[in-house]
């Protein structure tokens, strides 16, 4: 379902803008914070990852210093992205999924009782459902990414220092959210409090093969929907779709406002 799709853009669109207000911070606090991600981590965590691809590289991304930052702080923004475009990839994959066999919740999708949409092309799915409904999924998204870069005395940011891909818990902690909430976001049973830290290391590895296959995936599906024939393997499986995949909203209403239709 494109709400998915949108999903998945929302993140990879958050990952590659850093905050205004976390950059000059993250600037400065690079400076004394000793940073543990370098280009030689890179290179021996690619080798965990593919030891037949290995370090790849082509544009040196890993020796760039983006916004004033140092190197360390920089190579710790694109293990954060990376580790964030795999987890909503994967999220958007399993949803497109779902969507495409029919599956999605047995009571009603809004409160007027209206029921979920009979569609099971995802990105026409997504088409059908209300621009309301869309405006508060958005504003789910744009909670968790705000939450997301938050640094305080519990969550170092991952340019500072802090560990790319970790998410600051919603409940627990010391600045966490000042009402109610039943589970975090990551771990919501403590399922990993005993792990081992070797443990952790595995999973994370697995975590990112896992998440880079499914940006491949979803990339394929939606190439094939939009450009029959683009993706060889998914011709006949997927099916057809005319619309703006890219577009949340079926109305334009960005253009409408500057007279564009």
Known sequence: MKLAILSL??????AFTAPASSVSSVASASQKTALSETKADLEALAKKCNPVVGFYDPINLAEAEFWGASNEATIG???????KHGRVAMFAFVGYIAAANGIHFPWAMQMD????????????????ISD??????????FFLEFWSELSSDEHTHYMAGGKPGDFPDLVGAKDGI?????????DPFGLS???TEEKKATRLVAE???????????????SEQVAPGSVPLLKGVVPAYDGEVMAPFVKNYLGEAWGMQ
């Open 9 to 14: 853009l929302a993140g990879s669109a958050a």
């Open 77 to 83: 923004f694109l293990r954060h992205a990376e580790i």
């Open 113 to 128: 009782g209206a029921p979920f949409p009979d569609v099971t092309n995802p990105p026409l799915l997504w088409d059908t």
């Open 132 to 141: 309301t409904a869309k405006t508060q999924i958005f504003g789910v998204i």
């Open 178 to 186: 000042p009402h109610p909430v039943p589970f975090n976001l990551y």
């Open 193 to 195: 409090k005993k792990m």
């Open 208 to 222: 990112i093969n896992n998440g880079r296959l499914a940006m491949l995936g979803i990339i394929a599906f939606l």
